[in-house]
């Protein structure tokens, strides 16, 4: 790998991604076999005047020891100090930001007991609550990157080398963020949020109250938004003014739909990883909002799993439209990693919503948000539904039906 | 490296070193750069009972980047979550022990701020000291054992390329915790822990007072035992009956000096590295305990800075006796590595004492402690003063001369 362009890489998500301000404390979470690429991520934040970087290394194959070996209630068991290495930081002057470095193994908790595998995962993030509050609602800023991971790399090139699967992975997650050699890796993706934003902003200008997803595969989902919804995308901001981009790479305009106001039945059309285990071929029927019955040629029961977490994982917290034409779409192949594919077609998020998804949301209470219609979960896990088939349309509060997608490609 | 070789120097390090016990949780410190090998830990740790296995990272070029980049006062603000990621298993039942897997960079701080660099590893240091009362006190079992880096590879054989020099150094280091082919390591540790148990039994049967050190070169050191010292050495045991052995390798029998009681003057005779600095050529004087002046060839900054740490860093806190036919000496390299360099010949440790080597000390507060002469402070390093032409003497409360060394030797 190019190391020059991998440094580029390292200070768009460090310096535009997350946007380190002076002072703050940067947390990188990140690989253990990332350490050159975290390395970079940490002279970055310096560079961009952090305070002080903190790398925690993460370490797949011991996740899945831990899975295997140790009891649920030991696993299940975290301690106070986890969310205090977060909030000492988030609670102190010049405040702090996070970058997250992952990587993928779809096959990760492969045969593994998923109703275990997913306590275990809701465990931490119920722990973890009062830290995600500060994420979800844009207090903090965060961004997540990838990098590849053989594991990973042997999941989406299957014919190759481990060496020329990793390879070839980098390749096509620098095409997908716009990192070419040649060209700023910061001005490219400066210029691709301004795109986006203008798109969030004329969708924001018809006042939608509803919107229908079809397609001729049996897709067909009536969605109303909830009470002040607004669409963003591209770019998110901070209380104190800091832009961020909280997924690289974006290329999604979303909102929030109704916790109650969902109806009709979505197909799945890219496999995700639901804590590290494969759904592909799914299908989920929608009554009053809440998927009522679910099916999946693979990986039903970490599906079943999912939506069973709690009241609210049934329920979808997220809209999002992205063209089939989207490059990473484009790029022609599945990345098993919802940090892409969901960058590659339009999607629905089973649990929690978005405080920005409300008007003046960021700022709001949880029963205020929930009054709006906004749905609540300890789980955000987005699945896609879109193609190059799917036809979405929308309607005004006065009942004006505008066509916002045909082919699955933006006709606004 | 031989993996199964490896394996077996992790099963050692994890069942008799550390010697986990069912329910307990094991921490593991290890160098990002050791994955491999931390796993093996942590599958040796569940396989021995351990309820859960934590894995933490340590990146020493990061660490080096945060001395350079980071302002002091941010790295010595430690937030109270880092004591409480020790505290919130010891305190729980089933309880906790420790596995440091190591690796030392012998110049990992050349040229930075010595009295920076000390700073932060004593705020460090202080911020954990209620941790460290549970490990230099044997309330939990805690083991060191290490793993070769490039970096102190290359310092060890710089003749060699970076492979080379890192299978060399893997090679002295099984040699010196008697990692071999086609014999347990475990039956031939215990063996090695016995017969330096029977060692330690016969000094504490002739119920020493005062121990001289002397060399051709120099040396002459009277030293003072604490009041109820008593010689400890091969393993140590918790109040709850678990033994294990706090270094891999030991070769050390080694005793509680009065803090007030040692006069004379010591001749360094390998070199050591405190906070990623080195300190070679060394001679301190000292006087009624104190030491009163310092100079070394190498050095010599770090050499007072870490003198100058608190009010006991300039005390002695432990004395220990290893013939110069320690197989480490043997070995004929010298390791730029306090955990292997200690265990190669006689030597001091300047700031706290163990409780162990007070009769009935591990019970003990620390008034009571000091109240028997045993030295306190926040740090604790040893420094290597034997050689093959040391004499070491010892006198009994009634008078009686013992000679326990000649010509770097044991004449017990």
């Given at each position: 790998m190019d190391s020059k362009l991998l440094r580029e890489y390292a200070d768009f998500a460090v310096k535009v991604g997350v946007n380190v301000q002076p002072g703050q404390t940067l947390i990188i979470h990140a690989p253990v076999d990332s350490a050159a690429f975290a390395r970079m991520c940490a002279a970055a934040g310096y560079e961009a005047g952090a305070a002080r970087v903190q790398v925690r290394y993460k370490d797949e194959q011991l996740s899945r020891l831990d899975m295997e070996k140790a009891e649920e209630s030991v696993l299940c068991d975290n301690k106070p100090w986890l969310l205090r290495s977060y909030l000492d930081y988030a609670e102190a002057p010049g405040g702090v930001c996070v970058l997250h470095v992952v990587t993928e193994n779809?096959?990760?908790?492969?045969?593994?007991?998923a109703g275990k595998v997913n306590r275990v995962a809701l465990a931490r993030q119920t722990a973890l609550r009062p830290w995600q509050a500060y994420t979800m609602s844009n207090r903090v800023q965060w961004c997540i990157v990838a990098v590849p991971s053989p594991a990973w790399a042997g999941k989406v090139?299957?014919?190759?080398?481990q060496a020329e699967a990793v390879e070839a992975l980098w390749q096509r997650i620098f095409t997908a963020c716009r990192?070419?050699?040649?060209?700023s890796v910061t001005e490219a993706g400066r210029e691709h949020v301004a795109a986006m934003a203008a798109r969030r902003d004329t969708l924001n200008a018809l006042g939608l109250v509803r919107v229908r997803m079809t397609t001729p595969e049996g897709t067909d989902l009536m969605v109303g938004l909830a009470d002040d919804a607004v669409w963003a995308g591209a770019s998110s901001t901070t209380p104190a003014g800091a832009d961020f981009i909280a997924n690289i790479p974006t290329e999604e305009v979303f909102t929030a739909p109704h916790r109650d106001k969902v109806d009709g039945v979505v197909k799945g059309t890219k496999p995700f990883v639901y804590n590290g285990q494969l759904v592909e071929d799914f299908t989920v029927w929608f009554e009053k909002g809440k998927a009522v019955r679910c099916a999946a040629r693979v990986g039903e029961q970490p599906l079943k799993e999912m939506l069973a977490s709690d009241e609210g994982a049934a329920h979808i917290g997220e809209l999002a439209l992205v063209p089939a034409s989207s490059p990473i779409n484009q790029a022609g192949v599945l990345f098993y990693n919802t940090l892409f594919d969901e960058n590659a077609a339009c999607h629905i998020a089973f649990g929690e919503g978005y405080p920005e998804n409300i008007r003046g949301g960021v700022t709001m209470e949880k029963p205020a948000l929930a009054a709006k219609g906004l749905n609540q979960s300890d789980i955000h896990e987005d699945v896609m539904v879109g193609s190059a088939t799917m036809t979405v349309t929308g309607w005004t509060a006065d009942g004006r039906e505008v066509s916002i997608f045909e082919k699955g490609e933006w006709v606004l």
């Amino acid at each position: 790998m190019d190391s020059k362009l991998l440094r580029e890489y390292a200070d768009f998500a460090v310096k535009v991604g997350v946007n380190v301000q002076p002072g703050q404390t940067l947390i990188i979470h990140a690989p253990v076999d990332s350490a050159a690429f975290a390395r970079m991520c940490a002279a970055a934040g310096y560079e961009a005047g952090a305070a002080r970087v903190q790398v925690r290394y993460k370490d797949e194959q011991l996740s899945r020891l831990d899975m295997e070996k140790a009891e649920e209630s030991v696993l299940c068991d975290n301690k106070p100090w986890l969310l205090r290495s977060y909030l000492d930081y988030a609670e102190a002057p010049g405040g702090v930001c996070v970058l997250h470095v992952v990587t993928e193994n779809p096959e990760l908790y492969k045969g593994l007991d998923a109703g275990k595998v997913n306590r275990v995962a809701l465990a931490r993030q119920t722990a973890l609550r009062p830290w995600q509050a500060y994420t979800m609602s844009n207090r903090v800023q965060w961004c997540i990157v990838a990098v590849p991971s053989p594991a990973w790399a042997g999941k989406v090139f299957p014919g190759m080398t481990q060496a020329e699967a990793v390879e070839a992975l980098w390749q096509r997650i620098f095409t997908a963020c716009r990192v070419q050699p040649g060209r700023s890796v910061t001005e490219a993706g400066r210029e691709h949020v301004a795109a986006m934003a203008a798109r969030r902003d004329t969708l924001n200008a018809l006042g939608l109250v509803r919107v229908r997803m079809t397609t001729p595969e049996g897709t067909d989902l009536m969605v109303g938004l909830a009470d002040d919804a607004v669409w963003a995308g591209a770019s998110s901001t901070t209380p104190a003014g800091a832009d961020f981009i909280a997924n690289i790479p974006t290329e999604e305009v979303f909102t929030a739909p109704h916790r109650d106001k969902v109806d009709g039945v979505v197909k799945g059309t890219k496999p995700f990883v639901y804590n590290g285990q494969l759904v592909e071929d799914f299908t989920v029927w929608f009554e009053k909002g809440k998927a009522v019955r679910c099916a999946a040629r693979v990986g039903e029961q970490p599906l079943k799993e999912m939506l069973a977490s709690d009241e609210g994982a049934a329920h979808i917290g997220e809209l999002a439209l992205v063209p089939a034409s989207s490059p990473i779409n484009q790029a022609g192949v599945l990345f098993y990693n919802t940090l892409f594919d969901e960058n590659a077609a339009c999607h629905i998020a089973f649990g929690e919503g978005y405080p920005e998804n409300i008007r003046g949301g960021v700022t709001m209470e949880k029963p205020a948000l929930a009054a709006k219609g906004l749905n609540q979960s300890d789980i955000h896990e987005d699945v896609m539904v879109g193609s190059a088939t799917m036809t979405v349309t929308g309607w005004t509060a006065d009942g004006r039906e505008v066509s916002i997608f045909e082919k699955g490609e933006w006709v606004l």
